[in-house]
């Protein structure tokens, strides 16, 4: 009797969900700042279209992956069908709120202002440049656009949202910018002005906090995360520091993101 080969089990995590640490933190914490500073049923179903929006990236890339090569093996319908049921989740919890709010259409300012970073990611994504410097930056800013949504749903005023908004902008940039150019640090491929560009934008970040915060317009616990970023920086940047692999570099990331987030919606909540 012929041997016959068994078909291949579907890795279901692998095609369902993303493995980057740090998209999930991009997505979830605009999420978790908003729901802190200005909760609702609204913005919950809101954060919940954003997950789901966000999910829909990974089993897309596995089905286009297949399909365009023709290839038919039990992954491609196994990813269809996930991204089926992200798309279906994401457009009705949005339409939800779309449908309770439309004649207070505020909360999807954000949203119009990020598309163009969405365009852009998406650009780099056809190009399989999913991981440049770009695309990063374009894709996250355009996830943090859900905090100030978010908070308008919650009745923030639209400038006030903006400002919840300018929290996760920064801490985004100032995010993507330390773990790219720690990764190049521990393997050796750095010099000093890297290290430089990356306190310029610390630098900036606190100036910008420290303004909000004088004027009255940000709390002080946002300045106290800000500068915790900066000093988070200052030390893994710096020769002291301890050697670490990539992951653990990600995973740190993770939990620093998660402080910064949680003393600003702390100090909105005081």
Known sequence: M??????RKVNIRRVALPTEHG??????YPVVLGMF???SWDGLLLGIAALSAFLIHQPFKQWWSDVRVKRKIPRTAVARNFMIGY????LLAFGVVL??????????????MAFPFVA????????????????????????SATAPAISVLGGFALEDAMLVWLLVVVWVITSIFYVRTRLRLEKGRLDDYDIQYVGMLHGLGLLIVGVGWYNQALPLLALIAMAFLAIRAAWGLSPYRRPVKAIQIGIGEVFVGLTYTLLCAVGYAW
Do not use: H
């Open 120 to 143: 852009i990611q998406q650009m780099y994504d056809a190009k399989g440049r999913s991981r440049a410097l770009g695309a990063e930056l374009c894709g996250a800013l355009a996830l």
């Open 2 to 7: 012929a041997n016959q080969s068994k078909p």
């Open 87 to 90: 798309t279906v989740t994401a």
């Open 99 to 112: 449908l309770r709010n439309r004649d207070a259409l505020d909360f999807a300012f954000p949203f119009v």
């Open 37 to 39: 500073v200005a909760p």
């Open 23 to 28: 998209g999930w933190a991009f997505v979830l």
